[in-house]
């Protein structure tokens, strides 16, 4: 996604898309729209890295097998190799590539693919190589890659072909992750249209936080006499902004989910469950902003250390605050006219 804020132009990239427009983008969204273009930078050579991954684990994993005489469990062609990972074509031929470079692979005067014999070793002096570990599941790439489309505020239209060949999976795969983020709220699957982005509007996230807000407050309450000590030091502890500038942050968002779930409503989980799991994507994506990721660990270890001291008035006042006031990001991400 590209965003010139003096001539409001948006180009969406890294995924494929139907029906998007570009339109208006109010000024104090360009803060926000900078930051989104950003980490697509970040997700496209996440991205990059993901796929080359895929292609690697495909390649190493192949190699173990041809090395140490293990019989490969399908038959050695593109087609049934990428059914076999289900992946699509791409990652397999560049596999298939490194194998035949590297004199492990062979293709015949019919283009037939077959093991060098030179390579393979049977009986007991046979390698025992390990297994590669399977690359990573790319639903967290494609969901955070929608999460940034959903900010341009439009409904916009998925086709399962284009967006696999996109991502470089099969079919199968693509469909099953869309049906995933459909159940976390981020999709609407429209029958003869494809899938639907949920459109991101700043007053459906204030709506969401000021009932977020009165909800976990009433959390807190009814947990309170049942809140573990320990489980609270814990959470603590890992709720320390890092000295240095350079370390990697994962933030720690198992606060609120304590909460909620040593509360005890089934009112409250229903609504956090049905309600929440799209913004809690949006959340999840503004974190990855390393000033807001700071911030939001400095009030998680304000809110604890009340928690632990219990002190409940500063704690229910540092909960209200971190709830209303930590979303510097979304907040100026303005709706198109």
Same mark, same amino acid.
């Not at 995924?15 to 109010?26: D, L």
């Not at 926000?32 to 273009?37: E, H, I, L, R, S």
């Not at 049977?122 to 690359?135: A, F, I, L, N, W």
């Not at 990573?136 to 696999?164: C, K, M, N």
């Given at each position: 996604?590209?965003? /010139? ?40 050579? /996440? ?5 080359? =991954? ?5 390649? /190493? $994993? ?38 035949? $470079? ?17 390579? %393979? ?17 790319? !639903? &967290?790439?494609?969901?955070? /890659?929608?999460?940034?489309? =959903? ?9 399962? &072909? ?45 709506? !969401? ?6 909800? &976990? ?29 350079? %370390? ?13 779930? %040593?509360?005890?409503? %089934?009112?409250?989980?229903? !609504? ?47 909960? =209200? ?17």
């Amino acid at each position: 996604m590209r965003l /010139d804020c003096g001539n409001s132009h948006l180009v969406s990239g890294g995924i494929a898309v139907v029906g998007a427009k570009a339109g208006s983008v109010g000024r104090r969204s360009c803060f926000a729209f900078d930051f989104v273009a950003n980490v697509l930078v970040f997700v496209a050579q /996440d991205k990059y890295v993901t796929l080359m =991954s895929i292609a690697t684990y495909i390649k /190493d $994993d192949l190699a173990a097998q041809l090395k140490s005489g293990v019989e490969v469990p399908v038959q050695l062609t593109l087609d049934s190799l990428a059914g076999h990972y289900n992946v699509s074509l791409t990652p397999v031929r560049t596999a298939v590539a490194e194998l035949i $470079d590297e004199g492990l692979l062979e293709k015949g005067p019919n283009h037939r693919l077959t093991a060098r014999a030179s390579h %393979t070793q049977v009986g007991p002096s046979r390698c025992e190589s390990k297994p590669p570990q399977p690359p990573q599941d790319p !639903f &967290e790439l494609i969901a955070r /890659d929608l999460v940034q489309l =959903s900010l341009q505020g439009e409904p916009i239209y998925l086709r399962e &072909e284009a967006t696999a060949e996109k991502y470089d999976i099969s079919r199968s795969a693509i469909r099953n992750i869309l049906h995933r983020l459909a159940g976390e709220g981020v999709l609407d699957h429209i029958p003869r249209r494809g899938w639907r982005l949920r459109p991101f509007h700043q007053e459906d996230l204030q709506a !969401f936080i000021e009932v977020r807000e009165v909800l &976990e407050l009433k959390a807190l309450e009814l947990a309170r006499p049942k809140l573990d000590p320990d489980e609270l030091q814990r959470m603590l502890d890992v709720s320390v902004p890092p000295e240095s500038a350079g %370390t990697k942050l994962s933030v720690d968002e198992s606060l609120h989910e304590y909460l909620i779930s %040593t509360a005890d409503n %089934t009112y409250i989980t229903e !609504f956090v469950a049905r309600q929440g799991r799209y913004y809690r994507r949006l959340f999840e994506w503004e974190d990855l902003d390393h000033d807001v990721a700071i911030e939001t660990m400095r009030q998680h270890h304000e809110i604890l250390t009340a928690l632990v001291e219990k002190n409940w008035s500063a704690a229910r006042k540092a909960l =209200s605050h971190h709830i209303l006031n930590n979303h510097p990001i979304l907040g100026q991400v303005e709706d198109k006219e």
